[in-house]
């Protein structure tokens, strides 16, 4: 059974940080990739961030671009979403995914499975 679950989600003031854990187990491909989603109120799901399951190669949205940071720990097996310089436009509920395809350049990511899903809302 594939479990994805989340943690660290909050208020925080614009221009402030969070960090997301996202720690998975149970995935059955040999390559994959873990990331973040995100879901404002009447919008879509969308993908921002992602890592593959070897660390080496990474993806991001260009809206966080330059204010977040995916990485893994040691073991694969947790994923981290530094978040800084948030904005009221960040607010959204965050969900852990996992991909079960190899991270590839050109390749939206998407959600084979879920966990979830946290709130993060950033105040003006």
């Known amino acids: 059974e594939v479990q994805l679950v989340e943690s660290g989600g909050g208020l925080v003031q614009t221009g402030g940080s969070l960090r997301l854990s996202c720690t998975a187990s149970g995935i059955p491909h040999a390559d994959y990739a873990i990331g973040w989603f995100r879901q404002a109120p009447s919008k879509e799901r969308e993908v921002i961030s992602c890592i593959s399951n070897n660390g080496r190669h990474s993806y991001y949205v260009d809206s966080v671009k330059d204010r977040f940071t995916i990485s893994s720990d040691n073991a694969k097996t947790t994923v981290y979403l530094q978040m800084n310089s948030l904005k009221p436009e960040d607010s959204a509920v965050y969900y852990c995914?996992?991909?079960?395809?190899?991270?590839?350049?050109?390749?939206?990511?998407?959600?084979?499975?879920w966990g979830q899903g946290t709130q993060v809302t950033v105040s003006s």
């Open positions: 995914a996992a991909d079960g395809r190899e991270l590839r350049s050109g390749r939206i990511p998407r959600g084979d499975y």
